[in-house]
């Protein structure tokens, strides 16, 4: 068991690194957020033309690039840190890993091509009331009747409301099946919510009878995968954007002077940026393992998935406020790129599951006794 980057994946990373540098800038985010569909169009292009970061994750027989998770997770670790408003966690972690997962040769050889080259963005709509996957209640009904149709309605779709692919859990007479929507499909329709962090949108979707085709009828255990998979990459953002802020407030307090010196030399500073990095460190730890589960021992993955999100959870919206406080006043005005990763922050500490939640699931999975 070796958690340690090899050369390859330390150059994946500085390939992603410095492409989101060139155009992933502060100014890109503010401007792509303000927009009305939250998302860099051309960006989404270039990720696909130049560095094929769609297809990280997808097998080679597709148009991937054949590599695995861990490398899918430091794509989304860097894509956290720039912020990036592009689809990414809903087409190339969600979408694409329920098709992959799914037993339909044809709806893989018909969408992965498209994910891949950039031309198809995909989500996955699964919770009907809320962002925690509660897989009890699907809020959509399907029937078969010469052909599936699909009936209800669910929220908190990530992007939503600009994918062209919508892979929907569906309630049918013997469990739950997860079924394929196009948008221009006849009775649906998507609405973007008001959400908090304007850098990653959610929506609701309405379906009114709509046709679908069934990608995988007993998704019992697709879902509960698929979560694992989801909460481990989200950790792995956090991480990003956690460190993203840790830097960010270093570098302040090595060049805000107070009294003469830098405030970086009080100790007060010293001590909150080391509780920082010790909090993001742990969460490093738990999310390697977590990207390490998921590709080489799935059996271990439920545990460390939720264990993974709960600690990069904290890491991320404790470093993310702090490096509001690091900055003082200059840290309070809505124009600082700190607001923005505090609103990430928080929003993604709660999608999927807050850390309560995941640590209630944990004991569960260890059968603890109370």
């Not at 540098?21 to 990720?47: F, H, K």
């Not at 739950?176 to 929507?181: D, H, K, P, Q, R």
């Not at 270093?250 to 003469?260: I, N, S």
């Not at 738990?286 to 999100?309: H, I, N, R, T």
Request: aromatic residues 8%; charged residues 20%; proline residues 4%.
């Amino acid at each position: 068991m070796d958690f340690t980057y090899t050369d390859e994946q330390d150059e994946f990373r500085a390939v992603v690194r410095s492409f989101l540098a060139a155009l992933s800038a502060e100014a890109d985010v503010r401007r792509v957020m303000a927009s009305d569909s939250g998302i860099d169009e051309q960006l989404w292009l270039s990720m696909a033309q130049q560095l094929g970061l769609q297809g990280v994750s997808v097998p080679e027989e597709y148009g991937g690039a054949g590599m695995g998770i861990v490398e899918l997770g430091i794509a989304a670790e860097e894509l956290g840190g720039a912020l990036a408003c592009v689809p990414f966690f809903s087409t190339s972690v969600l979408a694409t890993h329920a098709l992959l997962l799914s037993t339909d040769d044809k709806s893989k050889q018909r969408w992965l091509p498209q994910i891949v080259d950039g031309t198809c963005i995909a989500t996955v709509a699964v919770a009907p009331g809320s962002g925690d996957w509660d897989l009890a209640v699907t809020g959509v009904t399907a029937t078969d009747s010469g052909g599936w149709r699909l009936s209800g309605r669910k929220t908190f779709v990530v992007d939503g409301h600009r994918a062209d692919l919508i892979l929907v859990a569906a309630r049918t007479d013997d469990g739950i099946g997860l079924f394929a929507v196009e948008r221009d499909a006849p009775g649906f329709s998507a609405e973007a919510q008001p959400t908090m962090d304007q850098t990653r949108r959610f929506a609701t979707i309405e379906l009114h009878d709509v046709p679908a085709e069934p990608i995988e009828l007993d998704a019992g255990t697709l879902l509960p995968r698929l979560r694992d998979i989801a909460l481990t990459v989200l950790a792995a953002e956090q991480i990003g954007g956690a460190q993203r802020c840790l830097d960010m407030a270093v570098d302040y307090a090595k060049t805000r002077l107070q009294f003469g010196r830098p405030i970086g030399s009080f100790q007060a500073i010293k001590h909150k940026c080391a509780d920082i990095l010790m909090l993001i460190e742990s969460g490093r730890a738990a999310s390697g393992y977590a990207l390490w589960c998921a590709q080489d021992e799935p059996g271990s993955l439920p545990l460390a998935a939720s264990m993974a999100k709960a600690t990069c959870s904290e890491a991320y919206f404790r470093a993310a406020a702090d490096n509001i406080q690091i900055h003082g006043g200059i840290g309070f005005t809505w124009e600082h790129p700190a607001h923005l990763y505090f609103k990430r922050a928080k929003s993604s500490e709660l999608w999927l599951g807050d850390p309560v939640m995941q640590r209630e699931r944990i004991s569960q999975l260890l059968d603890l006794k109370t």
